[in-house]
């Protein structure tokens, strides 16, 4: 079946560092793919999301691309900030929009000034 | 952006009693909701599909007259666990689809059996 490898965490930066956030998945055919983030004490959040292979989502400095040979949706930014604390979870929907979502388990992140 | 109100945020009830949850669409109509489930440590997974005005689809494994679920109008739909037991005790949230296809998510609901 479709499931969602995400890297584990708690991820403790420092301000301005880089972050990478590893997500894997397996599917059958050409899923849909999405990071959502979860600011504390607030519902989740799309954050962004690749329709297709080779697709590059963006939004608020964060970027992942969707690579299908590695079968990877990777989540990246360069320089991370305070306010960027927040739990992240990679998720895919095989029927492409937002049905059906298969999370990943989630990961912490705390940014210290 | 849209909004997605869940209610209640933290519930704790004794075990053979029930519980309802609510989730609601605030600023825009909502045919489809979902119901996820998330344990401590582990992913969200999906329990059901609710449409306004027909029965919910429940995921494998999930036991329909356990987890009643109810979509009365397209703001709101409802989940309520019956006879609620210790190992019922999870993380519940709602998502709300608007006609764009993006789903928005509740703040989740704490449910806690003793």
């Known amino acids: 079946g479709n499931s969602v490898t995400q890297m584990e965490g708690p991820v403790t930066l420092s301000e301005e560092a880089f972050l990478t956030i590893n997500c894997t998945y397996t599917a059958t055919g050409y899923p849909s793919l999405f990071w959502y983030v979860q600011y504390p004490g607030e519902g989740l959040q799309l954050l962004l999301k690749a329709t297709k292979a080779d697709d590059k989502g963006s939004n608020k400095g964060f970027e992942a691309t969707y690579r299908k040979e590695t079968t990877s949706f990777h989540l990246e930014k360069g320089s991370v900030q305070v306010s960027d604390s927040a739990v992240y979870f990679c998720?895919?929907?095989?029927?492409?929009?937002?049905?059906?979502?298969?999370f990943g388990k989630g990961t912490k992140l705390t940014v210290n000034p | 952006g849209a909004v997605v109100s869940q209610h209640p945020s933290r519930v704790i009830c004794k075990s053979g009693t029930s519980v309802k949850i609510e989730c609601r669409s605030l600023d825009f109509q909502a045919t489809t909701m979902f119901w996820y489930r998330q344990f401590p440590k582990q992913s969200l997974m999906l329990m059901a599909t609710s449409n306004e005005g027909s029965k919910a689809t429940y995921e494998q494994g999930v036991e329909k007259d356990k987890f009643l679920i109810n979509h009365a109008s397209l703001t709101l739909s409802t989940l309520t666990v019956t006879s609620a037991h210790p190992e019922d005790s999870s993380f519940y949230i709602c998502s709300a689809r608007a006609t764009t296809g993006v789903a928005f998510f509740g703040q989740g609901t704490r449910l806690t059996v003793v």
């Open positions: 998720a895919l929907s095989a029927q492409g929009g937002s049905e059906k979502l298969v």
